[in-house]
């Protein structure tokens, strides 16, 4: 069974910085693709930032030059660095994404989340 834990949310005033982890574990040989996502009360689930096996990232158009996604092939980590944060970045967080096992791809069941609040 392949398992994601986040962490890192918190409360913090706008402007404040958070870094935001994704651990990885169930016999996961290697990350293909890994996304963060957020997901706001009465909001739709989206993806804010995504890397590939390569190291190409991506984000959404509302986080660009603030996050950044980062990840450790070694240990099975996601990490995403959240800077200058707005109140609209509330939500709840999540990573999911492609892993790969031995002869599989799939992925991940979501976690609980880390809930990032935003607040002066």
């Known amino acids: 069974q392949v398992h994601l834990v986040e962490s890192g949310g918190g409360l913090v005033q706008p402007g404040g910085s958070l870094r935001l982890s994704c651990a990885a574990s169930?016999?996961?040989?290697?990350?293909?693709?890994m996304a963060w996502y957020r997901q706001a009360p009465g909001n739709q689930r989206e993806v804010v930032a995504l890397?590939?096996?390569?190291?190409?990232?991506n984000y959404a158009d509302s986080v660009k030059g603030r996050f950044t996604i980062s990840r450790d092939n070694a240990k099975n980590t996601v990490w995403l660095q959240m800077n200058d944060l707005k109140p609209e970045d509330t939500a709840v967080y999540f990573c999911?994404?492609?892993?790969?096992?031995?002869?599989?791809?799939?992925?991940?069941?979501w976690g609980q989340g880390t809930q990032v609040t935003v607040s002066s």
């Open positions: 999911n994404g492609l892993l790969r096992g031995s002869g599989w791809i799939r992925t991940a069941s």
């Open positions: 169930g016999s996961i040989f290697s990350i293909d693709i």
């Open positions: 890397i590939n096996s390569g190291g190409s990232t």
